[in-house]
Each structure stands twice: as C-alpha cells, then as structure tokens.
C-alpha cells in the first residue's frame, strides 16, 4: 500500500537548465497539491490540480514554472532555467477528494540545489 | 499573502516535560490541522480540528480549535525523545469555486527533547 512517491528525492542542477520533479499519488487520489518549503519556512502552497485540470494555480510563480497532471502517469512540476532561489524542498501530497476531512497525505519531498 | 503565527519558534526541553505551542491568523479556517516534520520528511498529520471549540487527543498529544476560529494550540505531554521534529500548524478554508483546499501553513515549531 505504497504512499505518495516523489523522484528524484535529491536534485542538482546549474543555472538556467529545468528541473523535472515527479509525483505519483496515492493509489486511487486523484487531487494533487504541490507546495514549496524553502530552509527553515513553513510549506508553502503553489499549486493544485485533478487529472488534466489545473484548478488553483495560486501560488505559483508567474514565469518559468509550469505543473500538470495527465490522465496517465506522474504528476509532474517543472521549473524552466533554474536560478538560486530556486533551491528548496518542493513537496507534493494527494487526496481522495477536496477540502476539509480528505487528509492530504505528503510525499518525501524533493531537494533542489541549484548551482 | 495569508499567513499564520506559529509560536514558540523553537523549545529545548527536558525528557518528560509537557509541552505547548500555538498558531493565530488574521482569518477565519474552517480546518485547524498539526503536522510533524522529520528531517528528509514529508510532514505528516497528527490531529486534525473541524469545529470551533473542538479538543480532540491522539496519544500525549491534544489540539484544541479556537472558538473565534482563528487560532489553534497543540499541547504534547510527557515528552519523549522521538517526539523530537517540527510541528507545524496549518489552515484550511472550505473549497468555494477554484479554491480547492490549498493548505495554509505557520512557520514550524522546532522541538528538541534532552533525555
């Protein structure tokens, strides 16, 4: 009964190349939030999304940054020419449903170190 | 952005000791929820708070539910050394349109517990 996997767990990249993080809910959730957690901060929400649909893009940043979820496979966030501030814990977490008494359960998360 | 005081920042204790931390906000949740973070961890839920006033247990550990609704506090008693990690609280508005649930989170709680 596998939980939310996250891969790469650990992620090095240099300045201006992409980073692909990936996120395989829970079996059988189909909402997915991905949230960002930079060095001693709390999470912080970015965005989220049901299959094919993105529904709160939020917080996400308005360029270089791009999620989506597609009826098969990974959810997956991507984050085009890197730069240091990009470095951080990037989280996803999955839902059987929206809002309140539907637990989202979070993944191990993956560290992006950005040269 | 919306954002939740987490308070104390950080507390060194002795094996044993009770322990207490609190969150407030500038606005209303429906959701109160307290999550536990392990270094290289996603957080991972330890009570969660659905009405105003609730005290709900799990264990040593009891939250309780602001009756203004904008506040929540997590009480640990008996602390033991795994109970070492940070605590965070989080906020979570019933989805109404695109808001789907995001997760609001305060700024953690770092626990450590001398033996």
């Known amino acids: 009964n596998a939980g939310v996997m996250q891969n790469p767990r650990h992620l090095v990249r240099r300045r201006g190349q992409e980073a692909r993080l990936r996120c395989s809910p829970m079996?059988?959730?189909?909402?997915v939030y991905w949230y960002r957690q930079l060095p001693e901060e709390g999470l912080k929400f970015m965005v989220y999304l049901q299959k094919e649909n993105i529904i709160d893009e939020s917080g996400m940043p308005k360029e270089r940054f791009s999620a989506e979820f597609p009826k098969e496979g990974p959810s997956i966030l991507r984050i085009q020419q890197v730069v240091r501030g990009d470095s951080a814990a990037y989280f996803c977490?999955?839902?059987?449903?929206?809002?309140?008494?539907?637990?989202?359960?979070f993944g191990p998360g993956t560290r992006l170190t950005v040269l | 952005g919306q954002q939740l005081n987490q308070s104390p920042q950080s507390m060194f204790i002795q094996e044993g000791e009770d322990v207490s931390m609190n969150c407030t906000s500038s606005s209303i949740f429906n959701t109160w929820l307290w999550y536990k973070q392990e270094p290289g961890e996603g957080p991972v839920l330890l009570i969660a708070l659905y009405k105003a006033g609730e005290l709900t247990s799990n264990g040593r550990l009891t939250a309780q539910f602001g009756i203004t609704r904008k506040d929540s506090f997590l009480n640990i008693s008996a602390s033991i050394p795994s109970d070492v990690g940070i605590y965070f609280c989080?906020?979570?508005?019933?989805?109404?349109?695109?808001?789907?649930?995001?997760?609001?989170f305060g700024q953690g709680t770092e626990l450590s517990v001398k033996p």
């Open positions: 989080a906020g979570q508005w019933e989805p109404i349109g695109n808001q789907g649930g995001k997760l609001i």
């Open positions: 977490a999955s839902s059987l449903g929206q809002g309140a008494t539907n637990e989202q359960f």
């Open positions: 079996k059988g959730h189909s909402h």
